[in-house]
C-alpha cells in the first residue's frame, strides 16, 4: 500500500461517538447563579455538537449558590426564617432541614451576605453575622442534630461575634458592658460570657464548608486579605486586623482554644475561627463537599471535555475553590478529561492554571468592556464561548 493509500483510509479526526460533557460552573456573583451559567454553556456546547451528552451539575464552594447545590442533590427541604442583613435591615433567608429533621443546612450569605447589602454605603465595621444567628437559632429550635453551615461571601469581619451573640452569647468590654456588633466591637472586648448561649448550642455537631484556608489573623488573615472587597480602607483594616487578634485571645480565655493559625479560620471573615473555638466546629472544604454531594467524580468519568467557570478566574480559583476541585476531580478520573474555565475575566497566568491541572481558561470579554456590560451580555458570551471550545475540543 502507498503513502498515498494509508492516508485515505486513515480513520477521521471528527469524533463520531457521542461525546459526554460536564459543565459544573460555580455562579457568576452578581450575574448569575450556577444553574443558570449551567444552562448557558449547555446551550453554546449543543450549538457545536447536537449530540453531545451534556452533564450539567451547578457547583459552588460553600458560599453563594451553596445552598441550591445541596437542596437539589440531597433532596432537602426549603424552609424560610425573618432575620436581619449584615446591615440590621430586615430580610428573610432560605435554610434546609433534611426529610428526618437530623441535618440543617444553613448559608451564611443568605442572612448576611455582601450582595444583599450592596445598595448601602459599605460600613465593614459595623457589618454582622446576627441575623445568620437568629437562623441558626431556629434551626437548634427545630431540634436538629446536626447543622452544616456553608460559609462564604459574608459582608462583616466580626470573627462570628454575631452568630455567637444571637445564640446567647455575651460580648463584653472591661467595664462589664456590652461592645458593638460587627468587627468595631471586637476592638473594646474583653470577655466573652458564654453563660446564657442556647442550652443545645454545645450539643450539635457543626459542619463549616468554607472556601478558603486562610488563617484568622497575619497577612493573609481574614481582615487583610478580604476586608478591601467589603469596603475597609486602610485604617479600617488596621483596625479590624487588632479586634480579630484581640477576639482572639478572648476565645482561648473563654474556651480554651487558639485559632490564630488555623487553616481556614478566617472564612467569612472570622467565622470559621470563632465558632470552631466555641462550638467545636468542624471545617471542610465547600467546594469539595458540593462535589460529593452532586456526583462529580462518577460524572467526570468518561467525559470528553469539563467546562467550570466563575466571575473571576485569579489566583483565589486555584486555593480550593470550584475551578480547584473540578479539576483535582477530573484529574482522578482514568481518561483525564481536558478541563477549561470560562469566567468572566481572566487574571490567573496560565502557567499557573496549567499547574492545578486547568487546560485554558477563556475570558467572556471580547475587548475593553465595563463589568455592567459583561454582565448584560454574560448568557450569549457564556455560550458563543462553550461554543468555541466544543469546536476545538469535540472535532
Not at 444553574?35 to 455538537?49: I, P, S
Not at 446576627?130 to 429550635?141: I, M, N, Q, S
Not at 455575651?170 to 466573652?192: H, I, K, Q, T
Not at 481558561?361 to 456590560?373: D, K, Q, R, V
Request: hydrophobic letters at 50%; charged letters at 20%.
Amino acid at each position: 500500500m502507498s503513502p498515498r493509500d494509508a492516508r485515505a483510509e486513515a480513520p477521521p479526526t471528527t469524533t463520531t461517538a457521542r461525546p459526554r460533557v460536564v459543565i459544573a460552573p460555580d455562579s457568576f456573583k452578581g450575574s448569575a447563579p450556577a444553574a443558570d451559567v449551567a444552562g448557558f454553556l449547555a446551550e453554546g456546547v449543543l450549538r457545536a455538537r447536537p449530540d453531545a451528552d451534556v452533564v450539567r451539575l451547578p457547583m459552588a464552594d460553600g458560599g453563594e449558590g451553596t445552598l441550591d447545590a445541596l437542596v437539589a442533590a440531597w433532596g432537602v427541604a426549603e424552609r424560610r426564617t425573618d432575620t436581619v442583613d449584615a446591615l440590621g435591615r430586615p430580610t428573610p433567608a432560605r435554610w434546609a432541614v433534611s426529610a428526618d429533621g437530623a441535618l440543617a443546612v444553613v448559608e451564611l450569605a443568605e442572612a448576611s451576605g455582601l450582595a444583599d447589602v450592596a445598595d448601602a454605603l459599605p460600613q465593614p465595621l459595623l457589618a454582622t453575622t446576627f441575623g445568620t444567628g437568629l437562623v441558626l437559632r431556629e434551626a437548634l429550635d427545630a431540634g436538629v442534630g446536626e447543622i452544616l453551615l456553608c460559609l462564604g461571601g459574608s459582608a462583616s469581619t466580626d470573627g462570628g461575634a454575631g452568630i455567637l451573640r444571637a445564640l446567647g452569647a455575651r460580648l463584653v468590654d472591661s467595664d462589664e458592658e456590652p461592645v458593638p456588633d460587627g468587627g468595631e466591637g471586637l476592638a473594646r472586648v474583653a470577655r466573652l460570657d458564654l453563660a446564657g448561649l442556647h442550652p443545645r448550642a454545645r450539643a450539635v455537631r457543626w459542619r463549616l464548608a468554607v472556601d478558603v484556608t486562610n488563617p484568622l489573623v497575619g497577612d493573609r488573615g481574614a481582615a487583610r486579605t478580604f476586608g478591601p472587597q467589603k469596603g475597609a480602607g486602610d485604617a479600617d483594616l488596621e483596625y479590624l486586623e487588632a479586634g480579630l487578634e484581640r477576639w482572639a485571645g478572648v476565645l482561648v480565655d473563654a474556651a480554651g482554644v487558639d485559632v490564630r493559625d488555623l487553616p481556614g479560620a478566617g472564612a467569612a471573615g472570622g467565622v470559621a475561627g470563632g465558632l470552631h473555638a466555641v462550638l467545636g466546629a468542624e471545617l471542610e472544604g465547600g467546594a469539595a463537599l458540593v462535589a460529593d454531594a452532586v456526583g462529580l467524580a462518577d460524572a467526570v468519568e468518561g467525559a470528553a471535555l469539563v467546562l467550570t467557570g466563575e466571575g473571576s478566574f485569579d489566583s483565589q480559583s486555584v486555593g480550593g475553590k470550584v475551578a480547584d476541585q473540578v479539576a483535582a476531580v477530573a484529574a482522578r478520573a482514568s481518561t483525564r478529561p481536558p478541563v477549561v474555565v470560562i469566567a468572566g475575566q481572566v487574571l490567573l497566568p496560565a502557567s499557573r492554571a496549567a499547574e492545578a491541572g486547568i487546560t485554558a481558561a477563556f475570558s467572556l470579554a471580547t475587548g475593553p468592556a465595563t463589568l455592567a456590560e459583561l454582565v448584560v451580555h454574560a448568557p450569549t458570551r457564556l455560550a458563543d464561548v462553550a461554543d468555541n471550545v466544543a469546536r476545538l475540543v469535540l472535532r
